[in-house]
């Protein structure tokens, strides 16, 4: 299922990458007029609207001994889009990882367990009230499914060019950061210096007495 996903994004396959990225654009799109429920139900009749005809026209011509009886959406019927027991295993499996994952990570920047990190999350969400404000969550699933059907393909096809962009970038930042790291570390007072341990001063030793000199 997954390198299905991957030939999708990647356009392997034009004509279903087409099909199924112009459906998903037009029915987000169409939601913004009409409720989920109203796109779903127009779109599955649009659908029977082709296949009914077809059906009673392939069905009329085996009727009349024209056809020998050949269903015009046999290929699809007989496609086998269900998971194994162990592909359904490892969806639920991963499924159920990326929720923990994603609970013990707004656990630990909710409860400030690193601050760093919890401030950085504060700014994000600062900025998404200002995101949420110019447009809706629709929005921005519609700018997701452009950028997952149009990024990949962009990169496969200018890797070169955006990697050159990608480590100019990197050396850009890592010389401001440098440069903010001197400053800071140009303007930080320097550490007073240590006072020199006293020196024990070996004892003095005491004068001998003089010797009287004897008269003769």
């Not at 082709?50 to 009329?60: E, G």
């Not at 999350?121 to 699933?141: A, D, E, Q, R, S």
């Not at 890797?159 to 001197?182: E, P, Y």
């Not at 341990?197 to 030793?205: F, N, Y």
Request: hydrophobic content about 50%; proline content about 6%.
């Amino acid at each position: 299922m997954a390198n299905k996903l991957v030939d999708l994004v990647y356009w392997k396959h034009m004509r279903w990458t087409g099909v199924v990225f112009t459906g998903l654009v037009i029915s987000l799109a169409s939601i913004f007029q009409l409720s989920a429920i109203t796109v779903l139900s127009h779109i599955c009749l649009g659908v029977m609207c082709v296949t009914f005809p077809l059906r009673f026209y392939y069905k009329l011509l085996e009727l009349l001994r024209w056809n020998p009886g050949v269903h015009p959406f046999q290929s699809y019927l007989d496609n086998d889009s269900s998971l194994t027991e162990k592909e359904t295993v490892m969806l639920v499996e991963e499924v159920v990882l990326l929720i923990a994952f994603a609970v013990t990570e707004i656990k630990r920047l909710l409860f400030v367990e690193s601050i760093i990190d919890s401030i950085k999350f504060v700014f994000l969400l600062y900025l998404l009230t200002y995101v949420g404000v110019l447009i809706n969550g629709l929005t921005l699933v519609i700018t997701a499914v452009i950028a997952v059907f149009s990024i990949p393909l962009l990169y496969k096809k200018q890797k070169l060019r955006i990697r050159r962009m990608v480590r100019a970038v990197k050396g850009f930042v890592k010389r401001i950061k440098n440069m903010v790291l001197g400053l800071i570390e140009s303007v930080r007072p320097s550490p007073a210096p240590e006072p020199a341990p006293a020196v024990a001063h070996a004892p003095v030793a005491a004068p001998a007495p003089k010797q009287k000199v004897k008269s003769k």
